[in-house]
């Protein structure tokens, strides 16, 4: 996209200093007035040609050949990078509603689950349910507030509120659901949800390890909070974009993540 937007400034700056100079050049040569001489310029380098004006001079003629060895190029490079603009933008709305469908699907099974338990885990609960109950009249301006507030929060959690065999037990059984989403090729669009992913993995291989969670020392345990505290900041990221996604282009999903907002307490799925 960046690469299609630069060959399209190019372009168009040429093609512009090619009919400024055909403009001026026909004006002189062909003394034709400014209007009729941008007119010949346009329709020459446009390959249009329409024969209602054409050079009489030696110089003009010379000037017209220029004007379309010059022109033409240019022109179909505006064209050729205006179209390839316009379909790599198709093609990064499909990836887009692709990623998002599978974002779905991880926060609906695995994410918001993960979310309930580490919220209830947080050290500073208020900062992140002040920030994150989303509500129906949110615009753009909100998201990004919300967004910038936690920009520099920490996610620690209180070991103490940890239940780390609950945790376990719960990544085991999202196993095969974790490969899948982790094979999906839609993935390789986001490195950042791949990072959420191997994060999650990571955690999960952890726990698995220890056969005994109930009495790991203090540092153990201080380890795997701190495993927890990164997931816990890649989900809240991944889950308000994902939340914004919804609320642009889909209401009545974004409804059903508003009724079950993992952050907010008096959220329940039954409307009132």
């Not at 010059?70 to 316009?86: C, D, K, R, Y």
């Not at 933008?89 to 998002?100: A, F, G, H, P, V």
């Amino acid at each position: 996209m960046g690469q299609a937007s630069f060959r399209l400034r190019v372009f168009l700056l040429l093609t512009v200093v090619v009919l400024a100079v055909g403009t001026v050049g026909f004006s002189l040569t062909e003394a034709l007035s400014p209007g009729d001489a941008l007119y010949f310029s346009l329709v020459t380098v446009a390959t249009v040609g329409y024969g209602d004006i054409h050079p009489a001079t030696a110089v003009g003629k010379v000037l017209a050949i220029v004007l379309i060895v010059a022109g033409v190029g240019t022109f179909l490079g505006v064209i050729a990078s205006a179209t390839e603009i316009m379909l790599n933008r198709r093609e990064q709305t499909l990836r887009d509603q692709k990623l998002n469908m599978v974002s779905g699907l991880f926060f609906s099974e695995i994410g918001n689950r993960l979310l309930a338990e580490f919220s209830r885990c947080d050290r500073n609960p208020d900062t992140t349910k002040a920030a994150l109950v989303v509500s129906g009249t949110w615009s753009e301006k909100d998201f990004s507030a919300a967004s910038q507030r936690l920009t520099d929060y920490d996610y620690s959690i209180d070991r103490e509120k940890l239940d780390l065999e609950r945790l376990r037990n719960f990544l085991g059984r999202q196993k095969d659901l974790l490969l899948r989403l982790l094979e999906n090729p839609v993935l390789l669009e986001s490195e950042s949800f791949t990072e959420l992913l191997q994060a999650i993995f990571h955690l999960k291989d952890e726990l698995m390890h220890r056969e005994d969670l109930a009495h790991l020392p203090s540092s153990d345990v201080a380890h795997l909070a701190g495993d927890v505290r990164r997931v816990y900041g890649l989900l809240v990221r991944h889950w308000l974009d994902y939340m914004k996604y919804l609320k642009e282009n889909y209401p009545y999903l974004f409804s059903l993540a508003m009724r079950t907002n993992p952050f907010d307490d008096t959220a329940t799925p039954t409307v009132r």
